[in-house]
């Protein structure tokens, strides 16, 4: 079976059986007629191979992608020339999907994913416009004039992962992104250009660009819906009011910033602002030098982002709060479910978070992210020892929830992370670790994956990679409810790394857990633990009596049932401890 790389360009005719309803015969012959004055012409003077052609398509090789594009580039502007005077509605347009991938030689044709994903990617064109590949878009840096506007992951039919799919921009081609208030109950955001402030004009290519970099990463949230860079670069230099913008642009939030830069000094500043009101939400700035731009660059756009999304989802969680329970939608039944499983009210905000994500799935059988929240509840209660008896039961509950999670969406990163989280508690290590990489190609934005992560070190009994994994979830969240999750795992990876409980830095990271309003009683106990370990008896005495208090049920038998690896040296290791613990008020259960 031969294979080769090569560039394939599959384009198709818009509205092809409507046109042929309307005009039969004058629509064969006028796609004919442009098919022998321009796409043909143009294919033989680029050298390239027309691999046959399938009534309104046409199926195309060529030996580079750059070729393939400059080419698909002029086609599309000569029939915008050629058919300037025709009806709007009996225009001939052209979508034209590009893709380099490696195709199976069959004779005189191709096969494989690398020809279907060009015919998804030409799905996804706007009538008249180009949608490129990832792989098609890094050969093009500098190679041609027209900006390309990333539009994100998608999911394509038949292929089993997504596709980082861009579009290069046609001059007289609006590929106008349906206003996301009306398609979506979900959050929705537009980035305005950034402002330069420098005297320097050369420096908004660096505003743009940063701004294009930030347009990218958000795109990579499922959660959010993400206006396309050419809808808002629409705005450059127009100073409209924000609550306009978001009024056009059917958007609930705004980001607007600036950059200035003076000799090697660069500042940059960006703010969130809810689209109705105008109220800014959040700002912030930051000073760099310009020692790297490249780096400089990535730094800010990541700074940004942690900014951004945190602040965004504590907001949509707050407005949830305040609106009645008979009237929310699915999109509020999942931020109140969610607002429930960051509360300090720890059992009865777990049994409110499963009502709210129950009702939510119900509301919107297609919603992945309530599923995906479950699959997380369910495997916190099996690691917790809370599922009173039914550990295969609620094992099996967390399976469905994940796999729902990942076939209703499968570009969804914390679906693949709960999937993860499950799949390591019944045993399947392989499967498990293949979930979490899925997720990481989504999204390396996402602190929960960098839990997963942590927790699937922890199975491969690696204390150096947990850490490391915590460190970075540490990192990403500096506003997440769940930051004390990062730190007591992180006190369990330097534990296990020499089961040594007097170790400084594992009291540090066990007592930082516990600090958190909202930490779960495990993070007390461990802290008391460390204390007993290093002679505190009144520390210890003082994190027993929290872990009371937040769980009144809690025994030293029924917490030892704590289901995590290592937990059989554990309990051989701190027997002395744990006998301390009962003399400390703690019941033996």
Not at 141 to 169: C, F
Not at 335 to 351: L, T
Not at 392 to 407: C, I, K, M, R, T
Request: proline share 4%; with cysteine; aromatic share 8%.
């Amino acid at each position: 079976m031969e294979r080769r790389l090569t560039t394939i360009v599959a384009a198709d005719l818009v509205g092809y059986s409507r046109l042929m309803s309307d005009d039969e015969e004058g629509t064969l012959n006028r796609f004919k007629s442009a098919r022998a004055a321009i796409i043909e012409p143009e294919l033989k003077l680029a050298g390239a191979r027309l691999i046959k052609t399938m009534g309104d398509g046409l199926l195309v090789e060529f030996s580079s992608p750059v070729a393939a594009v400059r080419t698909s580039l002029a086609i599309q502007n000569a029939m915008i020339t050629r058919e300037a005077d025709a009806p709007e509605a009996q225009k001939l347009k052209f979508r034209i999907g590009i893709n380099l991938g490696d195709v199976v030689i069959d004779g005189d044709d191709i096969l494989g994913d690398g020809v279907n994903i060009a015919a998804r990617l030409e799905s996804l064109a706007p009538p008249g416009g180009i949608c490129i590949s990832r792989a098609v878009h890094d050969q093009l840096r500098g190679k041609i004039p027209q900006p390309m506007t990333a539009i994100g992951l998608q999911s394509v039919k038949n292929i089993p992962d997504p596709v980082d799919v861009w579009r290069v921009e046609v001059e007289g081609v609006l590929a106008v992104d349906a206003p996301a208030s009306q398609a979506t109950e979900r959050p929705s955001i537009a980035v305005l250009p950034f402002e330069n402030m420098s005297s320097d004009a050369e420096q908004e290519y660096l505003a743009d660009g940063i701004v294009e970099d930030v347009i990218m990463e958000l795109a990579r949230f499922r959660s959010i819906f993400v206006i396309a860079r050419n809808s808002t670069f629409s705005y450059k230099g127009t100073h409209k009011d924000v609550r306009e913008i978001a009024a056009e642009l059917g958007v609930r939030y705004v980001v607007e910033g600036s950059v200035r830069r003076a000799g090697d000094r660069l500042r940059v500043s960006a703010q969130l602002i809810e689209g109705t009101t105008g109220n800014h939400l959040w700002a912030e700035r930051w000073d760099r030098t310009m020692a790297d731009l490249f780096d400089v660059q990535d730094e800010l756009t990541r700074a940004i982002i942690d900014g951004i999304e945190p602040e965004l989802g504590a907001h949509e969680r707050a407005t949830a709060r305040r609106k009645p329970t008979e009237s929310l939608t699915a999109w509020e039944l999942y931020q109140r479910a969610y607002s429930e499983y960051v509360s300090d009210d720890e059992m009865q905000s777990y049994e409110n978070c499963f009502d709210y994500l129950t009702a939510a799935i119900k509301a919107d059988p297609d919603f992945a992210l309530p599923h995906a929240l479950l699959a997380r509840w369910y495997f916190y209660h099996i690691v917790s020892g809370l599922t009173k008896g039914d550990r295969d039961a609620f094992v099996q509950a967390g399976l469905f929830h994940a796999d729902a999670s990942v076939h209703l969406d499968k570009r969804l990163p914390l679906a693949f992370a709960g999937q993860g989280l499950m799949l390591m508690v019944s045993g399947r290590m392989r499967e498990a670790g293949e979930a979490l990489d899925k997720a990481e190609t989504l999204s390396q934005n996402e602190p929960v994956l960098y839990f997963a992560r942590g927790v699937w070190h922890q199975f491969q009994s690696d204390p150096d990679a947990w850490e490391k994994a915590c460190l970075m979830g540490l990192k990403l969240s500096p506003k997440d409810p769940l930051q004390w999750v990062h730190y007591w795992n992180l006190g369990h990876a330097r534990y296990v790394r020499h089961f040594d409980l007097t170790d400084p830095s594992v009291r540090e990271a066990y007592e930082t857990a516990a600090s958190f309003h909202n930490a779960d009683y495990h993070c007390q106990m461990f802290a008391a633990l460390a204390a007993l370990a290093q002679g505190d008896l009144a520390d210890a005495r003082h994190y027993v009596a929290k872990a009371l208090k937040r769980y009144p049920e809690i025994t030293l038998k029924n917490w030892i049932s704590y289901d995590t690896p290592h937990m059989d040296r554990f309990l051989r290791e701190t027997t002395a401890e744990q006998e301390s613990l009962i003399a400390l008020g703690l019941p033996r259960g």
